[in-house]
């Protein structure tokens, strides 16, 4: 069983930059998905970002593109997502997640087995 612990959330100013980081305990980190999602005051948990077992597979929202860099460091078993030009509306509390399986882009979050907590990010003008 895996384990995910985030950090790195926090006030931030808009155009601003956070840097997120997600470990991971248990199971087999590199072979392991892994994905960051989101989930604002009165919206559903929507998919931000993956990357997929090798770190040249990543994919993203297309809110997210040409801000957020997702990447991992197998060795550290380490996620992180990298956020910059932060606009009011990436406020939300955000989750790291895990899935076993193939190296695909998969977006749904039933489709992850494993949460973190959440870690909570909020972007003021």
């Known amino acids: 069983q895996v384990q995910l612990v985030e950090s790195g959330g926090g006030l931030v100013q808009a155009g601003g930059s956070l840097r997120l980081s997600c470990a991971a305990s248990?199971?087999?980190?590199?072979?392991?998905?892994m994905g960051w999602f989101r989930q604002a005051p009165g919206k559903e948990r929507e998919f931000v970002a993956a990357i997929g077992w090798s770190a040249g597979n990543t994919y993203y929202a297309d809110s997210v593109k040409g801000r957020f860099t997702i990447s991992r460091d197998n060795a550290k078993n380490t996620v992180y997502l990298q956020m910059s030009s932060l606009k009011l509306e990436d406020t939300a509390v955000y989750y790291c997640?895990?899935?076993?399986?193939?190296?695909?882009?998969?977006?749904?979050?039933?489709?992850?087995?494993?949460w973190g907590q959440g870690t909570q990010v909020s972007v003021s003008s």
């Open positions: 248990g199971g087999t980190f590199s072979e392991n998905a």
């Open positions: 997640a895990a899935r076993p399986g193939p190296d695909t882009r998969v977006v749904t979050p039933t489709a992850y087995q494993y």
